[in-house]
């Protein structure tokens, strides 16, 4: 298996709910990314697990939760997003942070908001 | 199934001289195409990209190249610079989704 999965492909959510992205990768890789990609622009990391811990944490604002339960594993969760917050969330992974040899992306998560 | 594909992990180039990166794609729906480059530490920030209706696109020392009927894209940089040293992906799209490649790691020797 050499894929990132991210699910859902797609989801709408109101600005009271919660919901969780979820990123899959079995290549035995220890360094899992989120990037946010809006329209037209790069994406913008916002957290690194390096071996399950966070490394990085963007300045992200708390309304995004990450979490890492295990190697192969990551979850963002949110809860109380702005319309702004619209956006397509990519997860990534690589060998080794800092090490980009390997470095895969997932296809993205489309989030709309509310 | 990787529908974008750069099968160059690595390249190393000798500064001054032309640098050729590949990326090879599945997907006959693709209409936008993009190369990012990105350092240790960061995400990837654009450099380039093409739409489908266009066979040639040039910003300054980088030139992207298109062949649809091959399915493949190119990144030429000419002259190489040593802060050119860097991981690159090409990325295409159709719709609203971003499908990346895998990176070629570009090592520019000065």
């Known amino acids: 298996d050499t894929e990132v999965t991210q699910t859902p492909k797609h989801l709408v959510m109101g600005m009271t709910n919660k919901k969780s992205l979820k990123c899959e990768q079995h290549?035995?890789?220890?360094?899992m990314y989120w990037y946010k990609q809006k329209a037209k622009k790069p994406p913008e990391l916002m957290f690194v697990?390096?071996?399950?811990?966070?490394?990085i944490n963007e300045s992200v604002p708390s309304r995004f939760s990450p979490e890492c339960p295990n190697s192969s594993l990551l979850n963002l969760h949110l809860h109380a997003l702005q319309p702004e917050d619209s956006a397509l969330y990519l997860c990534?992974?690589?060998?080794?942070?800092?090490?980009?040899?390997?470095?895969?992306f997932g296809s993205g998560t489309r989030l709309t908001v509310v | 199934d990787q529908q974008v594909k750069q099968n160059s992990p690595s390249l190393s180039v000798q500064e001054g001289r032309i640098s050729i990166l590949n990326c090879d794609y599945t997907?006959?729906?693709?209409?936008?195409f993009l190369w990012y480059k990105k350092y240790p530490a960061e995400g990837p920030t654009f450099l380039i990209s093409i739409s489908s209706i266009k066979d040639k696109n040039e910003d300054g020392r980088f030139t992207v190249f298109l062949n649809k009927s091959a399915k493949h894209l190119s990144l030429h940089i000419v002259p190489s610079q040593p802060g050119d040293s860097a991981v690159y992906f090409c990325a295409a799209s159709w719709g609203n989704q971003f499908y990346f490649g895998t990176g070629t790691s570009l090592t520019v020797i000065p």
């Open positions: 990534a992974s690589s060998q080794g942070f800092g090490r980009d040899y390997g470095y895969t």
């Open positions: 997907n006959s729906m693709f209409d936008y």
């Open positions: 290549m035995g890789h220890r360094a």
């Open positions: 697990y390096s071996y399950e811990k966070l490394s």
